[in-house]
């Protein structure tokens, strides 16, 4: 399964900053139809309104809450590509006092909040003739970071979801694809303290390339290839195969 981000209609959640304001911009600037800006407050998408016109439109959403997540499926059901790209991290080990508390927070958004978008869009995905669903993984859904404890372990649960979905989705016709980006620059990284990051744009131009030529691992940015060289003949021989 390959999908063309021309003149296709995409939602990209937590599309304000970072890795999905370059994604919402790469797909408009590509050809995209129409964006729906997925974000917690549509004020923070002012610049991309004006910009870009009636090709987006901002609606609210909070995905840690399934009600907030069903109603942006029922603005969106002319939707052919979702991009989950919201996430959080919270710096915790495992001997942090707040270590439950941060696997709590960053469990209901970057898992749950997968599994919440992915019922919720599946039917509107399974009804078009093409159809993908981008999640947003990383490198920490593979090897755990001490310091990103937490983190790591919500991200881990993520991309177990994300086999599941695209084992499920097959024969619905909807392609899937993890993304597993290292450190990029954006406010999340400044904040876990990486000061060597790649530009967002390595992540969202891998991410239509990836579309279109059907695969299901991305590995966009300098450490995130070290992980893919590693990691590739596993992904291959046991994630992938049909086997």
Known sequence: MTIDINNKIAVVTGANRGI????SETFLNLGAK???LAVRNPDSVQALEQQYGNRVQAIQVDVSDKGSIQ??????????????????????????????????YEF?????????????YEPILAKQPQAAFVQLNSVASLKNFASFTTYSASKAAAY?????????????GIQVLSV?????????????GFEQADPTEVVAEGIVKSLASGQFHLFPDTMAKEFEN?????ATN?????G
């Not at 597993?180 to 876990?192: F, L, N, S, V, Y």
């Not at 590693?230 to 596993?234: I, K, P, S």
């Open 34 to 36: 129409k964006v729906y």
């Open 180 to 192: 597993h980006p290292g450190p990029i620059a954006t406010d999340m990284a400044k904040e876990a």
């Open 238 to 242: 046991v994630i992938e195969s049909q």
């Open 20 to 23: 999905g304001l370059s994604i």
């Open 230 to 234: 590693a990691y590739q003949g596993f």
């Open 108 to 120: 209901n958004i970057n898992t749950l909040g997968l599994l919440r978008m992915a019922q919720a």
């Open 71 to 104: 109603n942006l499926a029922k603005q969106t059901q002319d939707a052919e590509i979702v991009v989950n790209n919201a996430g959080v991290l919270k710096q915790a080990d495992s001997y942090s006092a707040d270590a439950e508390d941060a696997l709590q």
């Open 160 to 172: 177990s979801l994300t086999q599941g979905i695209k084992d499920s989705w097959t024969e619905k």
